[in-house]
C-alpha cells in the first residue's frame, strides 16, 4: 500500500511545492509554505457516482434536528455557549497563558463525569499532575478518565463510549501523516481535521484549548477557528482575580454573550453580581465617571465609563481609548466640539471601560459623551444616574433597541435618574414611578440636564 505523502502549500496563494522553501516561488512571500498531506489515489476511497447523491429536497420539508442541550455546572459557561453544551460539537477555548483555560475545563470535565463518560486528553501535563489539580480544586473526579499522550492517531481506540473529550493542547499534539513537529500550521490544521471527524460521526463534543500569539489571535492556521463550532476567548490580567470569557464564533448562540469568572483558590466560580466588577464605589466624587446599561447577548450589565482630560504638551493631542472603538471616540469629540461648544482639540483624551468590557454597541455614545463633558466642565455625574443612546453627526440622540430592558437593569441596581433617546419614551413609560426618566432629543440638551450651571 502506498505511504501517504506530504507537499508543502503556500497559505497565501496555494501553490505547491515538493519541499520547504523559505520564500514561495509563486506570490513571492516569506515563511508561507506549511506541510500538508496527500492521500495517494490507491489509497483514497473509490468515488461514487453523482447518481447516488440524495436528491434535492424543499427547506420546509426538512426534519427539525432538535439539540438537547447538557448543562457544564457551571452556569456563566452555559450561558456563553446559548444555553448548555451540544452534543457532537467543537468548542475551541483559547487565551494567554496561566488564564484558567486548563483550570475551568478541568472542572467541567468533572462535573460532566458525574453523568457521561468524559476523557480528558493532556498533552501538556502528566497524569499526576492533572489529578493534582483536581485534588486542589476538591473535586469530584473518580469516574473521569485521563490520558496522556501526543499522538492523535491512538486517541481514536480510547473513545469507545465518550461522550465528551478535553484536548489539552491543539498546539501540543500531532498526527504521523505529517513529518513536522507538533504545533505546525500543518500539524494544528490535521488534528483539528480528524477531530471534527470524530466529533461528527460519533457524536462527540470535544472541549480543545488553543494557544494565543503575542497579538492575542488563536496560533495556527484561520481554518482552525472555521472547522470549530464554537471559539470562546478567555480574557483578563493574571494579576487579577476576574475573568471575562467571550463568545467570538457560535453555531448555536448568541456571539455576543460574556460570561464573567472569578479565580479563587478553589478554582474558577461563576459572578453574578457585576456590580462590584463594573462600577466603582467612588463614582460620583470624582468628574469624568459615567453609567450606561449595555446589552451583551441575552442580558443586560450596567457598566461604568471613566475619562480622563489633560493638556497636551505637544502640537497633535492623544487619543487612547480601552473598550470603546478609536474611531467611534473620535467621532464623539468632533460632535462635543462642534455642537456644544467643549473644545478638545488641545487636549490629551483618554477612555477606559471598567473591567475589561468592550462597548461596541451605538447605545453607549451617550454615556461617552456624558463622561468626556464631565471631565471637560470638572463636574462629577450623579452616581445614582445612567444614561444610554445613540448620538449622530448633527448631535441628535437616537433611538436604540432593548431600551425597557435597560431602564429595567437601572432600576434593579437602584439607580434614581435615566437619560433615554426622547423617541424611546413610549416603551419605558411604565417605569416612570419607579425613576426619574429624562428624555433627551440633542446632546446639549443632555448637557444642560447633567450639569445645569454650566447650561
Same mark, same amino acid.
Given at each position: 500500500?502506498?505511504?501517504?505523502?506530504? +507537499?508543502?502549500?503556500?497559505?497565501?496563494?496555494?501553490?505547491?511545492?515538493?519541499?520547504?522553501?523559505?520564500?514561495?516561488?509563486?506570490?513571492?512571500?516569506?515563511n508561507?509554505?506549511?506541510?500538508?498531506?496527500?492521500?495517494?489515489?490507491?489509497?483514497?476511497?473509490?468515488?461514487? $457516482?453523482?447518481?447516488?447523491?440524495?436528491?434535492?429536497q424543499?427547506?420546509?420539508?426538512?426534519?427539525?434536528?432538535?439539540?438537547?442541550?447538557v448543562?457544564?455546572?457551571?452556569?456563566?459557561?452555559?450561558?456563553v455557549?446559548?444555553g448548555?453544551?451540544?452534543?457532537?460539537?467543537?468548542?475551541?477555548?483559547?487565551?494567554?497563558?496561566?488564564?484558567? *483555560?486548563?483550570?475551568i475545563?478541568?472542572?467541567? #470535565?468533572?462535573?460532566?463525569?458525574?453523568?457521561?463518560?468524559?476523557?480528558? %486528553?493532556?498533552?501538556?501535563? $502528566?497524569?499526576?499532575? &492533572?489529578?493534582?489539580?483536581a485534588?486542589?480544586?476538591?473535586?469530584?473526579?473518580?469516574?473521569?478518565?485521563?490520558? !496522556?499522550g501526543?499522538?492523535?492517531?491512538?486517541?481514536?481506540?480510547?473513545?469507545?463510549?465518550?461522550?465528551?473529550c478535553?484536548?489539552?493542547?491543539?498546539q501540543?499534539?500531532?498526527?504521523?501523516?505529517?513529518s513536522?513537529?507538533? @504545533?505546525? &500550521?500543518?500539524? &494544528?490544521?490535521?488534528?483539528?481535521? *480528524?477531530l471534527?471527524?470524530?466529533? *461528527?460521526?460519533r !457524536?462527540?463534543?470535544?472541549?480543545?484549548?488553543?494557544h +494565543?500569539?503575542?497579538?492575542?489571535?488563536?496560533?495556527g492556521p484561520?481554518?482552525?477557528?472555521?472547522?470549530?463550532?464554537?471559539v470562546?476567548?478567555?480574557?483578563?490580567?493574571?494579576?487579577?482575580?476576574?475573568?471575562?470569557?467571550?463568545?467570538?464564533?457560535?453555531?448555536?448562540? !448568541?456571539?455576543?454573550?460574556v460570561?464573567?469568572?472569578?479565580?479563587t483558590?478553589e @478554582?474558577?466560580?461563576?459572578?453574578?453580581d457585576y456590580?462590584?466588577?463594573?462600577?466603582?464605589?467612588?463614582? @460620583?466624587?470624582?468628574a469624568?465617571?459615567?453609567?450606561?446599561?449595555?446589552?451583551?447577548?441575552?442580558?443586560?450589565?450596567?457598566?461604568?465609563?471613566?475619562?480622563?482630560?489633560?493638556?497636551?504638551?505637544?502640537?497633535?493631542p492623544?487619543?487612547?481609548?480601552?473598550?470603546?472603538?478609536?474611531?467611534k471616540?473620535?467621532?464623539?469629540?468632533?460632535?462635543?466640539?462642534?455642537?456644544?461648544?467643549?473644545?478638545?482639540?488641545?487636549?490629551?483624551?483618554?477612555?477606559?471601560?471598567?473591567? @475589561?468590557?468592550?462597548?461596541?454597541?451605538?447605545?453607549?455614545?451617550?454615556?461617552v459623551?456624558? #463622561?468626556?463633558?464631565?471631565?471637560?466642565?470638572?463636574?462629577?455625574?450623579?452616581?445614582?444616574?445612567?444614561? %444610554?443612546?445613540?448620538?449622530?453627526?448633527?448631535?441628535?440622540?437616537?433611538?436604540?433597541?432593548?431600551?425597557?430592558?435597560?431602564?429595567?437593569?437601572?432600576?434593579?441596581?437602584g439607580?434614581?435618574?435615566?437619560?433615554?433617546?426622547?423617541? !424611546?419614551?413610549?416603551? +419605558? $413609560?411604565?417605569?416612570?414611578?419607579?425613576?426619574?426618566?429624562v428624555? &433627551?432629543?440633542?446632546?446639549?440638551?443632555?448637557?444642560?440636564?447633567? %450639569?445645569?450651571k454650566?447650561?
Amino acid at each position: 500500500m502506498a505511504k501517504t505523502s506530504t +507537499v508543502f502549500v503556500c497559505s497565501e496563494c496555494g501553490a505547491t511545492s515538493p519541499r520547504w522553501l523559505g520564500r514561495c516561488p509563486s506570490c513571492g512571500k516569506y515563511n508561507t509554505l506549511a506541510e500538508e498531506a496527500v492521500t495517494p489515489i490507491a489509497q483514497r476511497p473509490a468515488a461514487k $457516482s453523482a447518481f447516488t447523491l440524495p436528491r434535492a429536497q424543499r427547506l420546509n420539508s426538512v426534519t427539525y434536528e432538535k439539540y438537547d442541550r447538557v448543562s457544564s455546572g457551571i452556569s456563566e459557561f452555559d450561558t456563553v455557549l446559548g444555553g448548555g453544551i451540544v452534543p457532537g460539537s467543537l468548542v475551541l477555548l483559547g487565551g494567554d497563558p496561566g488564564i484558567g *483555560k486548563s483550570t475551568i475545563l478541568t472542572q467541567i #470535565a468533572a462535573n460532566l463525569s458525574q453523568k457521561h463518560k468524559v476523557l480528558y %486528553f493532556s498533552a501538556e501535563e $502528566s497524569c499526576s499532575q &492533572v489529578k493534582m489539580r483536581a485534588e486542589r480544586l476538591r473535586l469530584k473526579y473518580d469516574d473521569l478518565l485521563i490520558l !496522556n499522550g501526543n499522538c492523535i492517531d491512538g486517541l481514536e481506540n480510547e473513545l469507545d463510549g465518550v461522550e465528551y473529550c478535553v484536548i489539552d493542547s491543539v498546539q501540543a499534539i500531532y498526527t504521523d501523516d505529517l513529518s513536522s513537529s507538533s @504545533g505546525s &500550521v500543518g500539524q &494544528v490544521r490535521e488534528c483539528a481535521t *480528524k477531530l471534527m471527524r470524530l466529533a *461528527k460521526s460519533r !457524536n462527540i463534543t470535544f472541549f480543545i484549548i488553543g494557544h +494565543v500569539t503575542k497579538e492575542g489571535a488563536l496560533a495556527g492556521p484561520k481554518v482552525l477557528e472555521h472547522i470549530m463550532d464554537t471559539v470562546l476567548y478567555f480574557e483578563g490580567e493574571n494579576q487579577e482575580n476576574y475573568r471575562i470569557l467571550r463568545a467570538v464564533k457560535n453555531r448555536f448562540g !448568541n456571539v455576543s454573550e460574556v460570561g464573567v469568572f472569578e479565580m479563587t483558590g478553589e @478554582g474558577i466560580e461563576a459572578v453574578s453580581d457585576y456590580s462590584g466588577i463594573f462600577l466603582s464605589e467612588s463614582r @460620583g466624587q470624582e468628574a469624568g465617571c459615567s453609567v450606561t446599561p449595555s446589552q451583551t447577548g441575552n442580558r443586560c450589565m450596567n457598566v461604568e465609563i471613566q475619562t480622563l482630560i489633560a493638556r497636551t504638551g505637544y502640537g497633535t493631542p492623544r487619543r487612547m481609548s480601552l473598550g470603546v472603538d478609536y474611531n467611534k471616540l473620535t467621532l464623539l469629540l468632533a460632535v462635543l466640539e462642534k455642537r456644544c461648544g467643549l473644545r478638545f482639540s488641545d487636549r490629551d483624551v483618554y477612555v477606559n471601560v471598567m473591567g @475589561g468590557i468592550k462597548l461596541t454597541e451605538p447605545a453607549c455614545d451617550l454615556a461617552v459623551c456624558a #463622561a468626556l463633558a464631565s471631565a471637560y466642565l470638572d463636574i462629577p455625574v450623579d452616581k445614582y444616574t445612567a444614561a %444610554f443612546g445613540e448620538v449622530g453627526l448633527t448631535g441628535e440622540v437616537r433611538a436604540v433597541q432593548y431600551a425597557e430592558k435597560r431602564v429595567q437593569e437601572c432600576v434593579k441596581m437602584g439607580f434614581k435618574r435615566v437619560l433615554i433617546p426622547a423617541k !424611546n419614551m413610549k416603551s +419605558v $413609560s411604565k417605569y416612570a414611578d419607579k425613576i426619574g426618566i429624562v428624555p &433627551v432629543l440633542y446632546l446639549s440638551t443632555m448637557i444642560k440636564n447633567l %450639569f445645569p450651571k454650566e447650561g
